[in-house]
Structures are given as C-alpha cells and as structure tokens.
C-alpha cells in the first residue's frame, strides 16, 4: 500500500484551513495509507531529523502551511535515506515562496501530477552541513528582518487576511528606519567562488542566495532549481536607503540584481555572530568562520501539473 504523510503545524495561521481543505479530505482517501506528521514547536533542524527517520522508500510528503513548514519537509526528505520518496506543497502561509515555485497547486493536482527532478540549495557553516533551502538563504539585514513577522501583534494581523503583502512591506519598512544603522555582517570579509578566487566585500549588510521563483514573494528570482548546478548570488549594503530603493525596484519589476554562481563562500576574518535564513526560518549563529553554498547532488522529486 502506498504511504502519503501529511506535513503541518497546528500553531500555524491557517491551520482550520488546512484541516478542513486537506487533512479531513485525506480520511477518505482509498488505497492509501495517511500519515499525519505534527510540526512541533522546537525548530525546523530538530522537525526534520524527526521527518527523515519515519520515511522508507516510496513515499509521497505534502507540506501543508507556510515556507516554514515547507522548508521542514524539504529538510527531512534531504536528510532521509529512503529512495525515492515525492515531495508536494500547499500553500497556507503569508508568502508561499516554495509553493509559488512549484505552480501553486491544489491537493488534486498533486494527487494526480507527475514528478519533475529539482536541486535545492545547501548551506554549509563552518564545513558542516547546517541546511537544505529550496528558493533562497540571506545573511544579514534581510535574514534579521524576518524576526518582526514574529510578533504576536503583527502574527495576529497577517492571520486576518486581507492586504497582506501591502501589511508586510509597511512592517518591514518600519523595521528598517529602526534598525538599519546595526551592523549585521563583519566590516569586511571575503567572498570566493568555485575557481577560488576571493574578493574583498567591505561595509556589506546582506549577502543573498537565490534558487527559486520568488523571495518574500515579491522579489523575482528565476528557475534555477531545476538545474543541477548554479544559482543567483547577491550581495549588497542595503542600510543606505540610496542603496536599497533601486535594489528593490530591480527586484519587483524585474529580477533580484546579481550575478550566476556555482559555489559561494563567505570567509569571515574572525569568528562572528550571523543571522542566517532559508525561506523566512531564520537562526542567529556564533562562531561562523565560513559559509559555503552550491547545489545539492542529490535531487529532490516533486510533484508538478
């Protein structure tokens, strides 16, 4: 009998939602063993460690939630050593950037879809594999911003509905007239490619890793997930207002600016502190010396129209 699990987090803004739409539906399901995977309120590392080791070969996951939960699933099918296994998302968060990727599908339409192979990023600290990102890591300002959504206040708006997007962008600008005169990456550091030559980046708040359609659901990206190597690298001083507003512009109407990569890394001179982000769960991190991104060799089969 085929096995499908269903990932979710009843603490989420939408969890009625994915309730009535998804997991009530999923009882009837015929020939089909249902498994319902409950997103604890730990983190996304311990969440997924816990994913990978009831998964075996075959399997189909749904993450139904938000980026956050999403991002869970995609971890714990990555750490897994079943073969084989699918991987289908719902959007029924505030910015869907994993979901928007992948065609923005209903629970039918993953039930009945085909695979396509893609290749999520992965984000090494120190050497050591830290985590797997389908559309995109920051570090820096844009990763420290994404702790203002956490806000009960703010997490009781978004849960209403409405203008979400027009709310988030006015959360996010107060957020930055309060903070933006912190310093969020080292004063210089290094940045090297895949042939090892550095360069030297000084005064820079945000480097950004780009792999998927959109960022915070705005920014545009491209399609460089379905490729087995390369993504967008991005860094930038976006604490200078001069400097962001073209930024951002570029990355509404046409493409978040960078340049094409295979393989990044970020050479701090000492050990520092670092705010890092993968689909808005972000984690702030002591003792970084190094951070490497590419492309993971293994691929991850989702479930597309």
Not at 127 to 141: D, E, I, Q, S, V
Not at 159 to 184: A, D, E, P, Q, Y
Request: proline fraction near 3%; include cysteine; glycine fraction near 8%.
């Amino acid at each position: 009998m085929k096995r499908l699990f269903i990932v979710y987090n009843p603490r989420s803004s939408h969890y009625e939602q994915v309730k009535t739409d998804i997991i009530d539906r999923l009882k009837g399901l015929k020939g089909v063993m249902v498994g319902k995977f409950e997103v604890e309120p730990t983190n996304v590392d311990d969440n997924a460690r816990r994913l990978a080791k009831v998964l075996t070969t075959g399997d189909l996951v749904i993450a139904a939630g938000g980026d956050g939960t999403a991002n869970i699933a995609v971890n714990g099918i990555m750490l897994s050593k079943a073969q084989n296994v699918k991987f289908g998302v719902i959007g029924y968060g505030n910015f869907n950037d994993v979901a928007r990727t992948f065609g923005n599908l209903k629970l039918d339409d993953i039930l009945r879809g085909h695979v396509k192979r893609v290749y999520p990023l992965e984000c090494k600290i120190n050497g050591k594999h830290w985590r797997f990102g389908m559309c995109y890591f920051t570090l820096g300002m844009f990763a420290e911003a994404c702790a203002c959504f956490d806000a009960p206040k703010t997490r009781k708006t978004l849960r209403k509905g409405g203008r979400k997007t027009v709310f988030s962008l006015m959360t996010l600008m107060k957020w930055w007239l309060k903070n933006h005169r912190h310093k969020f990456l080292p004063e210089t550091f290094q940045l090297g490619d895949s042939s090892e030559e550095f360069m030297e980046c000084k005064k820079v708040s945000d480097y950004m890793a780009v792999n998927g359609r959109t960022v915070a659901k705005i920014m545009k990206g491209s399609d460089w997930y379905l490729k087995e190597s390369g993504f967008l690298s991005m860094t930038g001083q976006m604490t200078k207002f001069r400097k962001l507003v073209p930024m951002m512009l570029k990355s509404v109407f046409k493409r978040v600016p960078g340049t094409d990569s295979d393989y990044d890394c970020l050479v701090f001179p000492e050990a520092s502190t670092v705010m890092v982000q993968a689909e808005g769960e972000y984690k702030k991190i002591s003792g970084v010396r190094t951070v490497e991104i590419s492309k993971v060799g293994k691929p991850l089969l989702v479930v597309t129209r």
